[in-house]
């Protein structure tokens, strides 16, 4: 629920929230929602109603007691902006934020429209990272939306990355993420998409990082970009 990842581009995870439901192609095969079923098998309390969107007042202050200054990725096993999650529930996420002005805060959204109705409503300290996610060519709208939110670092995860994003526009955008999807039903990822991106990350002074190749064995397929890794964050 909150601790230690294993995803490479942060360095914890803090679920206020869990569970979600599907918006586009890139929630088919969702690595939260299979956790969520196995959890909840396990007999996890936090996990009683499997993947349906759940509040966990009690972990709000999670963040408070960690003093060591961490990145923090908000809500793993949902998503922030979910239409099942009061107003009033996001502004206490962000009261959090506000006040744990150690950390980094790093919340991915695939409801961009949300986001942006929410957003002159809630406190964007410098601390507050926000993302979008964009997983093929139909969801580039995502990235104009996140340009008309006032956060110090805008980032864009194209993970799964499951098309070619042509030319997206990344001004006014800090960061992206690249990577494949992972798992037994992975879709394929394209050298040719990832290099594109790489090209406009260059072009718009974006910092790069490339998460993974993905596929069946995600170890074994490393993350490895023209023999080297790619681990750039935005220096704000």
């Known amino acids: 629920m909150a601790g230690n990842t ?8 803090w ?8 918006v586009s192609e890139g929630c088919r095969n969702c690595y939260a ?6 959890l909840q098998k396990m007999g996890n309390p936090r996990y009683k109603n499997g993947f349906a969107v759940t509040l966990h007042e009690d972990l709000l202050n999670i963040p408070l007691k960690w003093k060591k200054p961490s990145k923090i990725f908000v809500n793993s096993m949902s998503d922030l902006f979910h239409e099942d999650i009061p ?14 002005n150690q950390h980094v805060f790093q919340i991915l959204t695939k409801r961009a429209e949300r986001m942006v109705e929410l957003a002159p409503y809630l406190s964007w300290a410098p601390n507050i990272w926000m993302g979008v996610t964009v997983e093929d060519n139909d969801n580039k709208g995502r990235i104009d939306l996140l340009r008309q939110v006032p956060a110090n670092v805008r980032f864009i995860s194209f993970e799964p990355l499951i098309g070619k994003v042509n030319e997206p526009d990344l001004t006014n ?4 993420i ?10 394929p990822i394209e050298i040719e998409w990832v290099l594109h991106l790489k090209e406009v990350c260059e072009l718009h002074d ?8 993905g596929g069946k064995n995600k170890k074994k397929a490393g993350r490895l970009l023209l023999g080297r890794t790619w681990d750039a964050y935005p220096e704000k």
């Open 178 to 187: 690249v990577g494949g999807e992972s798992g037994p039903s992975s879709r």
């Open 6 to 13: 294993k995803i490479e581009w942060t360095e914890k995870t």
């Open 87 to 100: 107003f009033e529930y996001i502004q206490k996420v962000f009261r959090i934020m506000n006040l744990a």
């Open 206 to 213: 974006v910092a790069f990082y490339f998460k993974q190749w």
């Open 15 to 22: 679920n206020p929230v869990t569970g979600c439901s599907k």
């Open 33 to 38: 929602e299979k956790m969520a079923s196995r």
């Open 173 to 176: 955008i800090d960061w992206a």
